[in-house]
């Protein structure tokens, strides 16, 4: 799978839309963006995966750039309770290892 | 329904003896998995089970010793642990090859073990 890189910390204010960049320059075609996150002391949390197009669920917005080297994940809303790290992952094969890189401590402040 | 629960929550144990650790899931997910997360770092996978058979060690020191006797049940079976072992245990499932090409893994909440 692809790495990718994202910055190590981030803060949002409570109520602002949480913009949460990655880049994969090396993703391949087969390859999917999945997004999870991890508060403290809790196992990962699925958010929301795509491919090539914008995804939207009920947690949040995956925007893809056409090149597909990077993506951008939108916590629309951010509350306190969206404080956590956000790993951006590239993975393409059933059955193997989700690579999780170090992700990006969120924390979103009153 | 993408529950994956894991007892116990919280485990203590020396070095001599010998505990489990246990993952269910009912959503019908075929592929099932062992991560281990040491604090302030990602989660590294240890095993992978596809329709219960052992299909990825990765490279595990054998005082780890997996098992699932059944599509819902996984479990983690320990002994003679060193205190370097102390993390938390996270299981992960999935619908596996029929999932065709995205195959998104669900996590358990973990078990934190301490290896005194």
């Known amino acids: 799978d692809a790495k990718t890189t994202q910055p190590p910390s981030m803060d949002c204010a409570e109520g602002r839309a949480a913009n949460l960049p990655c880049n994969h320059s090396t993703i391949s075609g087969n390859e999917y963006v999945y997004w999870y996150r991890q508060i403290h002391s809790q196992g990962p949390q699925y958010i929301i995966h795509g491919l090539k197009n914008n995804e939207t669920n009920e947690m949040a917005s995956l925007i893809i750039t056409e090149d597909r080297k990077s993506s951008t994940l939108i916590l629309p809303h951010a509350t306190l309770r969206d404080t956590a790290v956000y790993y951006c992952i590239v993975h393409s094969n059933s059955g193997y290892a989700l690579n999780f890189g170090k992700g990006t401590s969120l924390l979103v402040t009153p | 329904d993408t529950e994956v629960t894991q007892t116990p929550k919280h485990l203590v144990m020396g070095m001599t003896n010998k505990k489990s650790l246990k993952c269910e899931q009912h959503?019908?997910?075929?592929?099932m998995y062992w991560y281990k997360q040491k604090a302030k770092k990602p989660p590294e996978l240890m095993f992978v089970y596809s329709y219960e058979k052992l299909s990825i060690n990765e490279s595990v020191p054998s005082r780890f010793s997996p098992e699932c006797p059944n599509s819902s049940l996984l479990n983690l079976h320990l002994h003679a642990l060193q205190p370097e072992d102390s993390a938390l245990y996270l299981c992960?499932?999935?619908?596996?090859?029929?999932?065709?090409?995205?195959?998104?893994?669900?996590f358990g909440p973990g078990t934190r073990l301490t290896v005194l």
């Open positions: 959503m019908g997910h075929r592929a």
């Open positions: 992960a499932s999935s619908q596996g090859e029929l999932a065709g090409p995205t195959d998104t893994q669900y």
